[in-house]
């Protein structure tokens, strides 16, 4: 079983890691390349090697650390780049309307986060908007828990 990391706060000494400590991921400047002129692929090319890492993946491991009490923005950043993951397509089976996947196969999700959160109400958002952002780009999630290890 393949595993592919993206990490926020742990020294991993992996080759299969997006280290989003030192990787800088460009914004998403909303072009629709990805869906229409190069179905499947940016126009930045900052992320060719994620992206492949990814889809070769059974499972997507997050090392995750909250910044104001929601995830951070090099977090959000590489969610709104996954767009590539789906067609510009829509389908309304689930009772609502969903991207078409672009591929048969993604990987099941795991997160790990630092429990650095103001209230319980603060993590429970947190917790929910993960599990709504992978159900949208169709990865099952096998769970989300804080992790007991410290930030290195």
């Known amino acids: 079983m393949k595993t592919f990391i993206v990490n926020e706060y742990k020294e991993l000494k992996d080759s299969d890691v997006y280290d989003l400590r030192t990787e800088t991921c460009k914004d998403c400047i909303g072009c629709w ?36 009490d929601f995830v951070s923005g090099r977090v959000k950043t590489l969610f709104d780049r996954m767009i590539v993951l789906g067609l510009p397509f829509i389908r309304y089976d689930s009772g609502e309307s969903m991207h078409l996947m672009r591929y048969r196969k993604n990987p099941s999700v795991i997160v790990r986060y630092l429990d650095e959160f103001s209230d319980a109400q603060a ?11 992978f159900f949208q780009f169709g990865m099952e999630v096998i769970e989300i828990n804080a992790d007991g290890g410290q930030a290195s």
């Not at 940016?42 to 997507?60: G, I, M, N, W």
């Not at 993590?123 to 952002?133: A, D, I, M, P």
Request: hydrophobic share 35%; aromatic share 18%.
């Open 33 to 68: 390349t990805c869906w229409l002129k190069t179905p499947g692929r940016c126009v930045h090319h900052d992320l060719d090697a994620y992206y492949q890492s990814l889809l070769q993946a059974d499972t997507f491991l997050f090392y995750l650390r909250p910044s104001h």
């Open 123 to 133: 993590r429970s958002l947190f917790v929910e908007y993960l599990q709504r952002v």
